[in-house]
């Protein structure tokens, strides 16, 4: 891998993981269209130390956005009381377990799907968009996200590990087409997803198959810088988008490039 491929794989990480069109889709594009299928390799090391490098960038880059939420949610924890900021954190948790039980019971089968099959990442793109026009067609409320919601949405999170299915797209979908606010629902989905990053980076860490040898750390770190920018600027620019209800935008983007890709598949 050389700088350029690092800066593109780096920028689409940042903007597709915040943005909804499937971060880990256009990954499998990507490897595609840069004609290597193992830019990211999950039974390569340096190839699991660089999607690492990018999934901490894209995780540091929602802390700095939601610096002061997270400070709050953290202040009100230390008082020890069952207050709205330990009950949001609760509502984390719960929407964290259904993501945690496939990654550990179906990892497995879940790799599998990433093997360059631009078919299914073209299909799922399809059902993302459905998803973007029914979201951005519901009714504006001040709605909180309840805790049996919070487990609705994991479950989206969940089958949003599907190359295609986009992250946020589900999410925040899911989240506003349960009556919640919108700007909530894109602050609870973008939160939601910082403790499963860390913690599928410190089980990568743990698990003694992260190398530096023959490492260049040039790529490395010009990967994480276009993630982490890419990155701040896809997270802002994406609350203000569900704010604004302007989630089709998207929904047309992904409709386009997945039927690109569908037919791409049949044809090779």
């Given at each position: 891998m050389d700088i350029i491929d690092s800066i593109v794989l780096g920028i689409i990480q940042g903007l597709t993981e915040f943005l909804p069109v499937s971060s880990s889709g256009h990954i499998e594009l990507g490897k595609v269209i840069l004609q290597n299928d193992h830019l990211v390799p999950k039974d390569d090391q340096n190839g699991l130390l660089f999607t690492v490098v990018l999934h901490f960038a894209t995780a540091l880059s929602t802390i700095?956005?939601?610096r002061k939420d997270i400070l709050d949610i953290i202040k009100g924890i230390l008082k020890f009381e069952w207050n709205e900021d330990l009950q949001f954190l609760s509502k984390i948790i719960i929407s964290m377990i259904p993501a945690v039980i496939v990654?550990?019971?179906f990892e497995e089968e879940l790799e599998?799907?990433?093997s360059g099959n631009i078919l299914l990442v073209g299909c799922m793109l399809i059902v993302t968009a459905a998803l973007l026009f029914l979201a951005?067609?519901?009714k504006d409320t001040n709605k909180k996200v309840s805790f049996s919601n919070a487990f609705v949405i994991g479950v989206s999170q969940a089958i949003a590990m599907l190359p295609g299915i986009s992250r946020s797209?589900?999410?925040?979908?899911?989240?506003v087409l349960l009556g919640n606010?919108?700007?909530?629902?894109a602050r609870f989905s973008f939160l939601m997803v910082v403790p499963l990053i860390f913690g599928k980076i410190a089980k990568d860490v743990l698990s003694g198959d992260l190398s530096n040898e023959?490492?260049?750390?040039?790529?490395?770190?010009?990967?994480?810088i276009a993630a982490f920018v890419s990155g701040l600027f896809?997270?802002?620019?994406m609350i203000s988008l569900v704010k604004k209800s302007k989630l089709s935008y998207f929904a047309f983007y992904c409709i386009v490039v997945g039927i690109i890709a569908i037919i791409f598949s049949i044809l090779n």
């Amino acid at each position: 891998m050389d700088i350029i491929d690092s800066i593109v794989l780096g920028i689409i990480q940042g903007l597709t993981e915040f943005l909804p069109v499937s971060s880990s889709g256009h990954i499998e594009l990507g490897k595609v269209i840069l004609q290597n299928d193992h830019l990211v390799p999950k039974d390569d090391q340096n190839g699991l130390l660089f999607t690492v490098v990018l999934h901490f960038a894209t995780a540091l880059s929602t802390i700095v956005v939601f610096r002061k939420d997270i400070l709050d949610i953290i202040k009100g924890i230390l008082k020890f009381e069952w207050n709205e900021d330990l009950q949001f954190l609760s509502k984390i948790i719960i929407s964290m377990i259904p993501a945690v039980i496939v990654g550990l019971f179906f990892e497995e089968e879940l790799e599998q799907l990433f093997s360059g099959n631009i078919l299914l990442v073209g299909c799922m793109l399809i059902v993302t968009a459905a998803l973007l026009f029914l979201a951005d067609r519901a009714k504006d409320t001040n709605k909180k996200v309840s805790f049996s919601n919070a487990f609705v949405i994991g479950v989206s999170q969940a089958i949003a590990m599907l190359p295609g299915i986009s992250r946020s797209g589900a999410t925040i979908s899911t989240s506003v087409l349960l009556g919640n606010d919108k700007t909530k629902a894109a602050r609870f989905s973008f939160l939601m997803v910082v403790p499963l990053i860390f913690g599928k980076i410190a089980k990568d860490v743990l698990s003694g198959d992260l190398s530096n040898e023959g490492v260049d750390f040039t790529v490395l770190g010009v990967g994480f810088i276009a993630a982490f920018v890419s990155g701040l600027f896809a997270c802002t620019w994406m609350i203000s988008l569900v704010k604004k209800s302007k989630l089709s935008y998207f929904a047309f983007y992904c409709i386009v490039v997945g039927i690109i890709a569908i037919i791409f598949s049949i044809l090779n």
